[in-house]
Nanobody, 123 residues
Framework: QVQLVESGGGLVQAGGSLRLSCAAS????????MGWFRQAPGKEREFVGA?????AYADSVKGRFTISRDNAKNTVYLQMSSLKPEDTAVYYC???????????????????WGQGTQVTVSS
């Protein structure tokens, strides 16, 4: 059974940094896309960043967030810097079951999701 467990969320002041981790278990995802999405209260889930055959970021986080992965640990990371109050959301990691190029920004391309970790940025 595939399980994704996020960690690293918390409360941080504006301008601060956090690093989120997502550890996958149950199978290896070294050649599959792994991504991050977020959902703020009252808003729809939105794409943040993903890494597969290439790396993609939402315009709102480009230059501030960096996604990386450690295939040996089956883990994907999201380094978040220069955080803003509008970054406050529950952050979810996701993994695709498809080998090859996918639309990294589309939530429907991902088959497995974590339970989410809360990130709160105070002003």
């Amino acid at each position: 059974q595939v399980q994704l467990v996020e960690s690293g969320g918390g409360l941080v002041q504006a301008g601060g940094s956090l690093r989120l981790s997502c550890a996958a278990s149950g199978r290896t995802f070294s050649n599959r896309a792994m991504g991050w999405f977020r959902q703020a209260p009252g808003k729809e889930r939105e794409f943040v960043g993903a890494i597969g055959t290439r790396t993609a970021y939402a315009d709102s986080v480009k230059g501030r967030f960096t996604i990386s992965r450690d295939n040996a640990k089956n883990t994907v990371y999201l380094q978040m810097s220069s955080l803003k109050p509008e970054d406050t959301a529950v952050y979810y990691c996701a993994v695709s079951n498809f080998i090859g190029t996918i639309d990294l920004r589309r939530a429907g391309e991902y088959n497995y999701w974590g339970q989410g970790t809360q990130v709160t940025v105070s002003s």
